[in-house]
């Protein structure tokens, strides 16, 4: 297996993207490959700062690297020899099983779009991410790709986001909601209505219905149905919120004395980080979009996500689902 990392994505670059790519070929098994991709010279001058640096780690010199003043639509035109266009090339071309990147997100997306093209029966591709419930995590799709959604997207989306529980989530049978502001069959304004009568009767999805906010947080369900506008904006609260409680907790607890609280479980379940990547699903590919501000574990476990994504066949099974 080998993964594509754009080691030009984050503000600080290349250095979370190599000690990040480290960190995860010392937990994966030696099947294993990663390819740096981006300006060769900076790269190598930062993994001389790591000793043993692996065999199964490899670079792909691409001089360009895409910056927020570019546009999204125009970087495969313009930027050919950008790092994300190269390494999503590379996996168009057979070189690589998948691709990760913390660089612009509307530049990954587009590009991902033109290289690998939807799937059979995907009409508008969607980004998942996970958010941290009472119980297990949960799968939010669209967190921000698709502003204007029709019914049949939503519907798209809920076969992606099943596929994509089972396969990297282990859920046997995930649960999907439709994000709606009740949970009656009537609640909502046409989009939802109109969703929810069709995934009621859609088959291979475990539609549970309408949920709520607060259902979120309790962990209804497995998977959460919206537009990207809806989810855009739950996703941002949900993080800003996340981080204050996390800060309110390190300001309560300054002081305390060691070993009397442990909470530390409790920052790994607020620490975007510890999620890795978002996914681009309903591609003929892999495709892990990262936060630009992501650190070295979060880069790992984005690593760790493709990886789970390619042994798990997640590409093929999402043709085959669409098409039932």
Same mark, same amino acid.
């Given at each position: 297996?080998?993964?594509?990392?754009?080691?030009?994505?984050?503000?600080?670059? #290349?250095? +979370?993207?190599?000690?990040?790519? %480290?960190?995860?070929?010392?937990?994966?098994?030696?099947?294993?490959?990663?390819?740096?991709?981006?300006?060769?010279?900076?790269?190598?001058?930062?993994?001389?700062?790591?000793?043993?640096?692996?065999?199964?780690?490899?670079?792909?010199?691409? +001089?360009?690297?895409?910056?927020?003043?570019?546009?999204?639509?125009?970087?495969?035109?313009?930027? +050919?020899?950008?790092?994300?266009?190269?390494?999503?090339?590379?996996?168009?071309?057979?070189?690589?099983?998948?691709?990760?990147?913390?660089?612009?997100?509307?530049?990954?997306?587009?590009?991902?779009?033109?290289?690998?093209?939807?799937?059979?029966?995907?009409?508008?591709? #969607? @980004?998942?991410?996970?958010? +941290?419930?009472?119980?297990?995590?949960?799968? *939010? %799709?669209?967190?921000?790709?698709?502003?204007?959604?029709?019914?049949?997207? $939503?519907?798209?989306?809920?076969? %992606?986001?099943?596929? =994509?529980?089972?396969?990297?989530?282990?859920?046997?049978?995930?649960?999907?909601?439709?994000?709606?502001?009740?949970?009656?069959?009537?609640?909502?304004?046409? *989009?939802?209505?109109?969703?929810?009568?069709?995934?009621?009767?859609?088959?291979?999805?475990?539609?549970?219905?309408?949920?709520?906010?607060?259902?979120?947080?309790?962990?209804?369900?497995?998977?959460?149905?919206?537009?990207?506008?809806?989810?855009? /904006?739950?996703?941002?609260? =949900?993080?800003?919120?996340?981080? =204050?409680? /996390?800060? $309110?907790?390190?300001?309560?607890?300054?002081?305390?004395?060691?070993?009397?609280?442990? $909470?530390?479980?409790?920052?790994?379940?607020?620490? =975007?980080?510890?999620?890795?990547?978002? #996914?681009?699903?309903?591609?003929?590919?892999?495709?892990?979009?990262?936060?630009?501000?992501?650190?070295?574990?979060?880069?790992?476990?984005?690593?760790? @996500?493709?990886?789970?994504?390619?042994?798990?066949?997640? /590409?093929?099974?999402?043709?085959?689902?669409?098409? *039932?």
């Amino acid at each position: 297996m080998r993964i594509v990392l754009d080691a030009m994505g984050t503000d600080a670059a #290349p250095s +979370p993207e190599v000690e990040g790519a %480290l960190m995860a070929l010392r937990d994966a098994g030696e099947e294993v490959e990663i390819v740096l991709v981006g300006d060769e010279s900076v790269i190598r001058a930062e993994m001389a700062k790591h000793a043993d640096v692996p065999t199964r780690l490899h670079l792909r010199h691409a +001089p360009d690297r895409v910056t927020a003043a570019d546009s999204p639509a125009t970087v495969v035109r313009r930027k +050919p020899e950008s790092s994300i266009v190269v390494g999503l090339r590379m996996q168009k071309d057979g070189e690589a099983d998948a691709f990760v990147s913390a660089g612009s997100t509307g530049a990954v997306m587009a590009a991902s779009l033109f290289t690998l093209r939807p799937l059979p029966g995907v009409e508008r591709p #969607p @980004v998942g991410t996970l958010l +941290p419930t009472a119980r297990d995590l949960c799968l *939010l %799709l669209d967190a921000g790709a698709n502003i204007d959604c029709k019914p049949q997207h $939503l519907v798209q989306f809920a076969h %992606l986001g099943s596929v =994509y529980a089972k396969d990297t989530m282990e859920r046997e049978n995930p649960r999907v909601g439709l994000l709606n502001i009740g949970e009656e069959p009537g609640k909502g304004n046409d *989009l939802t209505i109109e969703t929810f009568e069709l995934l009621s009767a859609a088959q291979g999805i475990n539609f549970i219905g309408n949920i709520e906010g607060r259902d979120i947080v309790e962990g209804q369900c497995d998977v959460i149905v919206c537009d990207g506008f809806v989810g855009n /904006v739950l996703l941002k609260f =949900y993080e800003s919120v996340a981080g =204050y409680i /996390v800060n $309110l907790l390190r300001s309560e607890l300054d002081g305390v004395e060691d070993g009397l609280v442990d $909470l530390e479980h409790v920052f790994r379940v607020l620490d =975007y980080a510890e999620y890795g990547g978002a #996914p681009l699903l309903g591609l003929g590919g892999v495709s892990i979009i990262c936060h630009g501000e992501s650190p070295p574990k979060a880069i790992r476990n984005a690593l760790s @996500v493709a990886a789970r994504a390619v042994r798990s066949d997640l /590409v093929k099974h999402s043709a085959e689902d669409l098409q *039932l």
